[in-house]
C-alpha cells in the first residue's frame, strides 16, 4: 500500500474576478500543516472558501499566492495518486459500478487488469457486493456516494480529499457513509482531507477540525478532537461529542 | 450496517410486486388494444365516406381518386414490380445520402469540438452553410452530378449534414462540466475522456440529430427526383402527375410515408439501445 504523505498549506489565498470586475477575496491566507495519515476536517458557512481550499490542492485551482504542497513538492496541477470525492456521485450511467469504479486507472490510460481484483475487494468495503454489474441509475443517492468513495480509492492514493461528500444524502444515510468511511479509513490510513458543514459529523470523523469564517474565508480555530480510535457511532450520540460541540458553536 | 439497504427485497415481497406488475400491464394492454379498435372503425368509416362522396359527386379521377382506385393502383404497381424497383432506387439514394451525411457530421462534429484550429477554420462555414435551403442545391447538383442517383445522393448528404453535425457538437458540449472536472482530478488523458465521457453524453443527442436526418433524407431524395431523375418514387409520381393518374400518385405517396415511418422507427429504436441508461440527465442522480 502506498504511504500517507503530508500536506502543507503556507499562506495560501486566491482571489476570484466577480461578473462586474471586481476582486473578490474568497481565501486570505490559510496556513496549515496536515500530517500524513491524519484525518482533517474543514469546517464553515457556505461561501467560506472550503470548495476553494480543496480544489487548490487538487491541483484544479492555482492560488493567487502562497503554495499549496505535498511533501516538499507544489501542487501545480492535478496529481494521478490523488483520491477526490465530490457532492454529486457523478457516477457515468452508461458504465456499471465496477467500471465507475476502475475509471480514475482507465481514464489515466492505464490497463484497468491489475486493478480488477482490487477494485471488487473496495466495492464490497462499501457494501456492495453483489452490485458490481448494476447500473447507477438502480442504486440509491447513498449507494451510489458509495461507489464514488470505492472509485476515489481504486489507485490507492496518497491523499484523499472529499467535498462535502455526504451533504447530498438524507440524514440517516448521512450517519451510516461516516461510519463506513471511518471504518475504511481505519484499515488504510491515507492522508484526509474532509469539508463539511456538519459539525457531528467532523467531530465524530476528525483528528483536528479546522473551523472557517467567511469574508474574507479564512481560519478561524483549529480544535484537536480528543477522542480515541476505532470510533463507534454511539460517540455521534453521546454527551462528549455534546460537548466539543458546544466548544465548536 | 449496511443490509438494509443492499439487499434489494424479501422473496416475498418481490413475488407480490412482479403479479401487480403484471396485472397493471394486462390491463394496459386491453386498453390499447381497444383504443386502437375504435380508431379502425372510424378508419373504416372514413374510407366508405370518402368512396361515396368521390362516386355521388361523380368527381373526375383526374381529379381526386376513390379509396379503391388507390388500392387498384398499389396493388397493380407492387405486383408488375414498378415500385419495387422505385423503392430500391430511392432507398439507395435514401441510404447512401444518409450514412455519407450522418458520418461526414458526426466526424466533423469531433474535429470542431476537440480541434480548435478546426473549430476557428471551418465553424464559420458551418454556420453560413446551414441556412442554406438545401432545396436550392439541387438543380445545381443535376448540373454537376447527372441525372442518375449521384446527384440525389449528393442533395442528401448535404442536408443529413447538419442536423447531425449540430446535434453531435451541442451533445458534446452538454456533457456535464462537473464529471469533466472530477475526471481532470484524476489525470485523464484527453482521448479516454472523450471516449469514455463526452462521446456517450453527446450519443442521445447525436441520435436525435440522426432521426431528424432520416426523415430530412427521404424528402430531399424524392424532391431531388422531381427535377430529373431515371427511377425512384419521387420520379413514379411526376410520371403519374404529367399523366393525369391520382390514384397512382396517392398511392405512391402512401408507399413514401410507410418507408418514412419505418426509416424513422428503426433509428429511432437504435437509438434506445444505444443509450440505454435514458435521456435523463446524466451526473443529476441525487437522492
Ligand atoms: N470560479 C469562481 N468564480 C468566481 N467566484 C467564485 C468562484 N468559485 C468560488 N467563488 C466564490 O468564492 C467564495 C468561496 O466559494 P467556495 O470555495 O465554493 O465556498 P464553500 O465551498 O465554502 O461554500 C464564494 O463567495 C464564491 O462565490
Ligand atoms: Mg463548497
Same mark, same amino acid.
Given at each position: 500500500m502506498t504511504q500517507a504523505e503530508a500536506i502543507r498549506f503556507d499562506n495560501v489565498g486566491r482571489n476570484f474576478e466577480t461578473r462586474d470586475g471586481a476582486t473578490l477575496m474568497a481565501l486570505q491566507s490559510v496556513k496549515l500543516d496536515i500530517e500524513a495519515g491524519e484525518f482533517v476536517s474543514i469546517l464553515g458557512p457556505s461561501g467560506c472558501g472550503k470548495t476553494t481550499l480543496l480544489r487548490m490542492a487538487a491541483g484544479l485551482l492555482s492560488p493567487s499566492w502562497g503554495s499549496v504542497r505535498l511533501a516538499e513538492e507544489d501542487i501545480l496541477k492535478p496529481r494521478p495518486d490523488f483520491g477526490i470525492v465530490f457532492q454529486q456521485a457523478l457516477l457515468l450511467p452508461w458504465l456499471t459500478v465496477l467500471a465507475n469504479v476502475l475509471l480514475p486507472v482507465d481514464v489515466q490510460g492505464r490497463d484497468t487488469a491489475p486493478f480488477r481484483e482490487r477494485a471488487l475487494d473496495l466495492i464490497e468495503m462499501v457494501g456492495l457486493k453483489g452490485f458490481e454489474d448494476r447500473y447507477p441509475t438502480e442504486l440509491s443517492g447513498g449507494m451510489q456516494q458509495r461507489v464514488a468513495l470505492a472509485r476515489s480509492l481504486v489507485h490507492d492514493p496518497k491523499i484523499l480529499l472529499?467535498?462535502?461528500?455526504?451533504?447530498? /444524502?438524507?440524514?440517516?444515510?448521512? !450517519?451510516?457513509?461516516?461510519?463506513?468511511? /471511518?471504518?475504511?479509513?481505519?484499515a488504510n490510513r491515507k492522508t484526509v482531507l474532509f469539508v463539511t458543514h456538519g459539525i457531528?459529523?467532523?467531530?465524530?470523523?476528525?483528528?483536528?477540525?479546522?473551523?472557517?469564517s467567511a469574508r474574507p474565508g479564512r481560519i478561524s480555530r483549529i480544535v484537536e478532537i480528543p477522542f480515541g480510535r476505532?470510533?463507534? /457511532? !454511539?460517540?455521534?450520540?453521546?454527551?462528549?461529542?455534546?460537548?466539543t460541540f458546544e466548544e465548536l458553536h | 450496517m449496511t443490509t438494509m439497504e443492499t439487499n434489494p427485497a424479501t422473496a416475498n415481497s418481490t413475488e407480490a410486486r412482479r403479479a401487480r406488475l403484471s396485472r397493471r400491464r394486462r390491463a394496459a394492454m386491453i386498453g390499447r388494444l381497444r383504443d386502437f379498435g375504435i380508431w379502425l372503425a372510424s378508419a373504416v368509416v372514413l374510407l366508405i365516406v370518402w368512396q361515396y362522396l368521390v362516386v355521388t359527386l361523380e368527381i373526375s379521377p383526374a381529379v381526386f381518386p376513390t379509396p379503391v382506385?388507390?388500392?387498384?393502383?398499389?396493388?397493380?404497381?407492387?405486383?408488375?414490380?414498378?415500385f419495387v424497383r422505385d423503392l430500391w432506387f430511392t432507398m439507395k439514394e435514401v441510404m447512401i445520402g444518409f450514412f455519407g451525411g450522418a458520418t461526414l457530421g458526426f466526424l466533423l462534429a469531433l474535429l470542431i469540438s476537440e480541434f480548435r484550429p478546426v473549430r476557428v477554420l471551418l465553424y464559420p462555414y458551418v454556420i453560413a452553410f446551414q441556412s442554406v435551403p438545401k432545396t436550392a442545391l439541387a438543380p445545381m447538383f443535376l448540373i454537376w452530378f447527372g441525372f442518375g442517383i449521384e446527384s440525389k445522393v449528393?442533395?442528401? &448528404?448535404?442536408?443529413?449534414?447538419? *442536423?447531425?453535425?449540430?446535434?453531435?457538437?451541442?451533445?458534446?458540449?452538454?456533457?456535464?462540466?462537473?464529471?469533466?472536472?472530477?475526471?481532470?482530478?484524476?489525470?485523464?488523458?484527453? @482521448?479516454? &475522456?472523450?471516449?469514455?465521457?463526452?462521446? *456517450?453524453? @453527446?450519443?442521445?443527442?447525436?441520435?436525435?440529430?440522426?432521426?431528424?436526418? &432520416?426523415?430530412?433524407?427521404?424528402?430531399?431524395? &424524392?424532391?431531388?427526383?422531381?427535377?430529373?431523375?431515371?427511377?425512384?418514387?419521387g420520379y413514379r409520381i411526376m410520371i403519374f402527375n404529367t399523366n393525369l393518374d391520382m390514384a397512382g400518385q396517392f398511392a405512391a405517396i402512401i408507399v413514401l410515408s410507410i418507408v418514412g415511418y419505418i426509416l424513422h422507427f428503426i433509428v429511432r429504436q437504435i437509438g434506445e439501445r444505444v443509450v440505454f441508461w435514458g435521456r435523463a440527465k446524466q451526473g443529476a442522480t441525487k437522492v
Amino acid at each position: 500500500m502506498t504511504q500517507a504523505e503530508a500536506i502543507r498549506f503556507d499562506n495560501v489565498g486566491r482571489n476570484f474576478e466577480t461578473r462586474d470586475g471586481a476582486t473578490l477575496m474568497a481565501l486570505q491566507s490559510v496556513k496549515l500543516d496536515i500530517e500524513a495519515g491524519e484525518f482533517v476536517s474543514i469546517l464553515g458557512p457556505s461561501g467560506c472558501g472550503k470548495t476553494t481550499l480543496l480544489r487548490m490542492a487538487a491541483g484544479l485551482l492555482s492560488p493567487s499566492w502562497g503554495s499549496v504542497r505535498l511533501a516538499e513538492e507544489d501542487i501545480l496541477k492535478p496529481r494521478p495518486d490523488f483520491g477526490i470525492v465530490f457532492q454529486q456521485a457523478l457516477l457515468l450511467p452508461w458504465l456499471t459500478v465496477l467500471a465507475n469504479v476502475l475509471l480514475p486507472v482507465d481514464v489515466q490510460g492505464r490497463d484497468t487488469a491489475p486493478f480488477r481484483e482490487r477494485a471488487l475487494d473496495l466495492i464490497e468495503m462499501v457494501g456492495l457486493k453483489g452490485f458490481e454489474d448494476r447500473y447507477p441509475t438502480e442504486l440509491s443517492g447513498g449507494m451510489q456516494q458509495r461507489v464514488a468513495l470505492a472509485r476515489s480509492l481504486v489507485h490507492d492514493p496518497k491523499i484523499l480529499l472529499m467535498d462535502e461528500p455526504f451533504a447530498a /444524502l438524507d440524514a440517516m444515510t448521512r !450517519e451510516n457513509m461516516a461510519a463506513e468511511l /471511518l471504518r475504511i479509513w481505519d484499515a488504510n490510513r491515507k492522508t484526509v482531507l474532509f469539508v463539511t458543514h456538519g459539525i457531528a459529523e467532523a467531530v465524530f470523523l476528525s483528528d483536528r477540525v479546522v473551523v472557517m469564517s467567511a469574508r474574507p474565508g479564512r481560519i478561524s480555530r483549529i480544535v484537536e478532537i480528543p477522542f480515541g480510535r476505532p470510533r463507534s /457511532l !454511539e460517540l455521534m450520540a453521546s454527551g462528549d461529542l455534546r460537548e466539543t460541540f458546544e466548544e465548536l458553536h | 450496517m449496511t443490509t438494509m439497504e443492499t439487499n434489494p427485497a424479501t422473496a416475498n415481497s418481490t413475488e407480490a410486486r412482479r403479479a401487480r406488475l403484471s396485472r397493471r400491464r394486462r390491463a394496459a394492454m386491453i386498453g390499447r388494444l381497444r383504443d386502437f379498435g375504435i380508431w379502425l372503425a372510424s378508419a373504416v368509416v372514413l374510407l366508405i365516406v370518402w368512396q361515396y362522396l368521390v362516386v355521388t359527386l361523380e368527381i373526375s379521377p383526374a381529379v381526386f381518386p376513390t379509396p379503391v382506385a388507390v388500392w387498384d393502383s398499389l396493388y397493380v404497381n407492387m405486383m408488375d414490380g414498378t415500385f419495387v424497383r422505385d423503392l430500391w432506387f430511392t432507398m439507395k439514394e435514401v441510404m447512401i445520402g444518409f450514412f455519407g451525411g450522418a458520418t461526414l457530421g458526426f466526424l466533423l462534429a469531433l474535429l470542431i469540438s476537440e480541434f480548435r484550429p478546426v473549430r476557428v477554420l471551418l465553424y464559420p462555414y458551418v454556420i453560413a452553410f446551414q441556412s442554406v435551403p438545401k432545396t436550392a442545391l439541387a438543380p445545381m447538383f443535376l448540373i454537376w452530378f447527372g441525372f442518375g442517383i449521384e446527384s440525389k445522393v449528393a442533395l442528401v &448528404v448535404s442536408t443529413v449534414f447538419f *442536423p447531425v453535425l449540430v446535434n453531435t457538437l451541442a451533445g458534446i458540449e452538454r456533457t456535464d462540466p462537473d464529471q469533466l472536472d472530477l475526471l481532470r482530478a484524476y489525470c485523464g488523458k484527453r @482521448a479516454r &475522456v472523450f471516449m469514455r465521457v463526452k462521446l *456517450p453524453s @453527446a450519443l442521445p443527442s447525436v441520435f436525435a440529430g440522426l432521426e431528424l436526418g &432520416v426523415v430530412l433524407a427521404l424528402i430531399m431524395a &424524392v424532391v431531388s427526383e422531381f427535377l430529373g431523375a431515371v427511377g425512384g418514387l419521387g420520379y413514379r409520381i411526376m410520371i403519374f402527375n404529367t399523366n393525369l393518374d391520382m390514384a397512382g400518385q396517392f398511392a405512391a405517396i402512401i408507399v413514401l410515408s410507410i418507408v418514412g415511418y419505418i426509416l424513422h422507427f428503426i433509428v429511432r429504436q437504435i437509438g434506445e439501445r444505444v443509450v440505454f441508461w435514458g435521456r435523463a440527465k446524466q451526473g443529476a442522480t441525487k437522492v
